[in-house]
C-alpha cells in the first residue's frame, strides 16, 4: 500500500465569539467575551492510498469541508496529526501547494471577464507550467471536458456547467498528484453533473491522480469513487465500500436516506 494522505485522530474546533443582544452591551462585551466552541471534526482518523478516488459524504454540517480544509492547510487542526504527500499541509509548503488542487463548487478561480484561456496562461505561470505539459494536459482536459471550442469565449457568457469545466481545467492545469473537490457538481443540472463524474473517472484512468471529493449528493459518490468514508456530526461513522453502506441493515440507514432525499428534492 502506497499511502499519500494519514489523518490521526483529528479534531477541530471553532472558537465562536457570542455577542449579547443590544448595542449597550458592546463596550462592556468587549472586557467579557463569551466563547461557545463548536466541534466540526471529531476524533477523525483514515489513510488514503495513492490513485485512490475517495468520496467524503455526509448531510450539511457534517464536517466534509472542514476536513478538506485540515487537508490543504487552510486550517489547523485542534488535535491530532494531518499528513500530506509527507508533508504537514498547513506548514503550506510550495512543493506541497505544486503538488494538490482544491476545487470549491461555490468559489469561482477563474475570471469573469476574461476567455478561460487567459486564466489557464496565467495558471501556467504561476505553477510553473512548462509549455509543451501546458498544452498535452490542456488538449487532454478540453477534450474530457468537451469544451474545445469555449476556451476562447468570455466566462460570463458560459453556462454554470461550462464554467464549472473551466474550474475544473483551471485546477487540473498543472498535473496535481492530489485533488480535493467539495461539491463540485452543486448547482448544476443533470446533464453538467453527469459530464464531471464523467470526466474524473475517465482522468483517473489516464493519469492516476489520488481524488478527494466531497458531496451530498449519493449519485456524485456511488458513481466516482471506490471508497466512501461518511461523516456524522464530525465523526467518521462509516469507512468502506458504497456497496456495504447501501446495505438494508446498516445502522445509519437514515442518514442515506435523507441524503437520497435531498438528492432528488434538488
Ligand atoms: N469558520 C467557522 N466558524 C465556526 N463554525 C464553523 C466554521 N466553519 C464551519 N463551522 C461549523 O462546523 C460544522 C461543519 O461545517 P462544514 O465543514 O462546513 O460542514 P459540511 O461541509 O459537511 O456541510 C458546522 O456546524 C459549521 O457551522
Ligand atoms: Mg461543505
Known amino acids: 500500500m502506497d499511502e499519500i494522505i494519514s489523518v490521526r485522530n483529528v479534531r477541530k474546533e471553532f472558537r465562536i465569539h457570542e455577542r449579547p443582544e443590544g448595542l449597550k452591551n458592546g463596550i462592556g462585551d468587549f472586557f467579557h467575551r463569551k466563547y461557545i466552541c463548536r466541534t466540526a471534526v471529531r476524533n477523525v482518523s483514515f489513510s488514503i492510498d495513492r490513485g485512490e478516488i475517495v ?3 455526509g448531510e450539511n454540517g ?18 491530532g496529526k494531518v499528513t500530506v504527500s509527507g508533508f504537514t499541509p498547513t506548514d503550506r509548503k510550495k512543493e ?25 496562461r496565467y495558471q501556467q505561470l504561476v ?3 512548462p509549455e509543451d505539459m501546458f498544452r498535452e ?27 464549472m469545466k473551466m474550474e475544473l481545467i483551471n485546477s487540473f492545469l498543472y498535473s496535481p498528484r492530489i485533488v480535493f473537490l467539495d461539491e463540485p457538481t452543486l448547482g448544476l443540472d443533470l446533464k453538467s453533473q453527469i459530464a464531471v463524474r464523467g470526466f ?39 469507512d468502506g465500500s458504497i456497496g456495504e453502506l447501501k446495505a438494508p441493515d446498516q445502522p445509519f440507514k437514515e442518514i442515506i436516506l435523507n441524503l437520497i432525499k435531498d438528492e432528488k428534492g434538488q
Open 200 to 238: 474524473l473517472k475517465a482522468y483517473r484512468r489516464e493519469k492516476n491522480t489520488t481524488v478527494i471529493i466531497t458531496s451530498h449528493y449519493m449519485d456524485d459518490i456511488e458513481e466516482t469513487c471506490d471508497r466512501v468514508i461518511l461523516l456524522g456530526r464530525g465523526e467518521k461513522i462509516y
Open 127 to 129: 505553477y510553473e507550467v
Open 55 to 57: 468520496g467524503l459524504l
Open 62 to 79: 457534517a464536517g466534509k469541508t472542514t476536513m478538506l480544509k485540515l487537508l490543504t492547510g487552510i486550517l489547523f487542526p485542534t488535535e
Open 96 to 120: 506541497f501547494l505544486k503538488g494538490i488542487s482544491f476545487v470549491m463548487g461555490n468559489r469561482s478561480e477563474v475570471n469573469w471577464d476574461l476567455p478561460a484561456m487567459d486564466t489557464f
Open 137 to 163: 494536459n490542456l488538449n487532454l482536459l478540453s477534450v474530457l471536458l468537451e469544451v474545445q471550442d469555449l476556451l476562447k469565449v468570455p466566462i460570463r457568457r458560459l453556462s454554470l456547467g461550462e464554467r
